[in-house]
């Protein structure tokens, strides 16, 4: 069973844990085991518990990338978008990839769902039928219809609208007032999670039909001048052959801190006290010192090296618009090798902790505007500087002038304090190199 698992957005919303480069499936806030996991390796773990020959892509952009392999690992399927173009060029791509580079074939069907919902058991067997009433119905698209809790203006809606010769026809509404979704619950209607299946022949006709191929080399080289368009609009919207699957099982959409609080299993993480007379109060922390919060109602805290926000619930939904105005250097970020975080920020230098993972390596590199010193703290390594490989260890320090080619390899977890000194110390300044053998 192949399923497409689409992770976009930015996630602002979830600010300060969230921004630009950490949207919000990435954010480590449920309880699992002995530590905590995030939205995506939530969904991807239940997938491989549910259904354990399911062959999962996951469908992203180049920015995602390196946080995904730091939490799943680096045998997750990729399908890389160059840039972004809304939903349906991003599935088109994917589904290209499954057919030209995985060489599935296109009578096989696929299930196409977020890679962020909080769901249950139950959502994994309606996934099942989904891909099953795709593979052996005659509907050209199976969707997922979520049976709505309360009349929502955050989701478009699936209306069934009658039909004949035992074809239901629907209609899709998006995000509509409250009072008008209460009308479409009265006619039936169900909440449209963008969850659906199909053959990939069907969406490989509706990738020609649109972006004028379907042929995953050419989509992939002409991604940035495709078409911006949703595949509701393109697709679902004008189909005739559909079939709707009713889901009344746990959903949650947690793209709020008001939503994703009700989903947390704890009222804290991380170092945090709530005074006895606190109620309905939830604080995350991901910074080192200790957050108290005493006396207060209906509120949400949370802190990183981003920033701290403290919100009443009801309110933390309409972040966005302030967020947009803040503009801050990146500050955390995970990596493929590892991880990130910024300390200090001056007008010449920049401070850094970073961590690698056992057995990982940086790209083989060099700047032209800054020098950088290495003080390791914690683990055992090697760096290669200009080709010389040498060891290191707790206590040693590297050195290396702009123009120096230069990596540091983890045999253990590796911790080290980055100094970068330089007039101009900035993202873009950064060549890499092939590997040295």
């Not at 995953?216 to 559909?242: G, K, N, P, W």
């Not at 200009?386 to 707790?394: F, K, L, T, Y």
Request: net charge negative; charged share 25%; with cysteine.
């Amino acid at each position: 069973m192949h399923m497409i698992l689409l992770s976009g957005g930015s996630g602002k919303r979830l600010w300060p844990l969230s921004n630009d480069t950490r949207s919000k499936q990435f954010i480590k806030i449920f309880r699992h085991e002995d530590g905590y996991e995030s939205m995506v390796q939530r969904v991807y773990r239940q997938i491989l518990t549910a259904i354990p020959d399911a062959q999962v892509t996951i469908a992203t952009s180049k920015s995602q990338v390196s946080a995904i392999h730091n939490q799943l690992g680096f045998d997750v399927g990729l399908s890389i978008e160059p840039c972004r173009r809304d939903t349906f060029p991003a599935i088109a791509l994917a589904t290209a990839y499954l057919h030209d580079v995985l060489h599935v074939d296109e009578n096989e069907a696929v299930v196409v769902c977020p890679v962020d919902p909080f769901v249950d058991e139950s959502y994994f067997v309606c996934l099942k039928r989904l891909w099953e009433r795709a593979q052996e119905g005659d509907s050209r698209l199976v969707l997922m219809g979520i049976e709505p809790t309360y009349p929502s203006a955050k989701y478009g809606y699936i209306i069934p609208e009658g039909g004949g010769e035992g074809k239901e026809r629907y209609a899709f509404r998006e995000k509509p007032s409250e009072e008008v979704a209460k009308s479409y619950i009265a006619q039936g209607a169900l909440w449209n999670g963008g969850v659906f299946a199909y053959k990939l022949r069907y969406v490989l006709e509706k990738s020609r039909e649109l972006l004028g191929t379907a042929e995953y080399a050419e989509l992939f080289a002409r991604y940035e001048t495709l078409r911006r368009i949703s595949f509701d609009y393109a697709v679902a919207e004008r189909e005739q052959s559909i079939e709707v699957l009713r889901y009344a099982g746990l959903w949650k959409d947690l793209g709020t801190w008001n939503t994703l609080t009700e989903a947390m299993e704890e009222q804290t993480v991380g170092e945090v006290m709530l005074s006895d007379n606190c109620r309905n109060v939830h604080a995350v922390n991901e910074l080192g010192v200790p957050i108290l919060v005493m006396g207060c109602s209906d509120l949400v805290v949370a802190a990183s090296p981003s920033g701290i926000l403290v919100s009443d619930k009801g309110q933390s939904s309409y972040i966005k618009p302030l967020v947009d105005a803040i503009d801050q250097q990146v500050m955390f970020a995970e990596k493929s090798w590892g991880s990130f975080l910024v300390l200090d920020v001056e007008e010449n230098s920049m401070t850094i902790k970073v961590t690698l993972n056992p057995g990982h390596r940086m790209n083989y590199h060099s700047h032209e505007k800054r020098d950088e010193v290495w003080t390791v703290i914690a683990g055992q390594g090697r760096t290669i500087v200009d080709g010389m490989e040498q060891p290191i260890r707790a206590g040693d320090v590297v050195t290396m002038e702009a123009g120096c080619r230069h990596t540091v390899i983890a045999d253990t977890e590796l911790q080290m304090i980055e100094v970068q000194l330089g007039t101009e110390i900035n993202v873009a300044d950064k060549r890499k190199y092939e590997f040295p053998e």
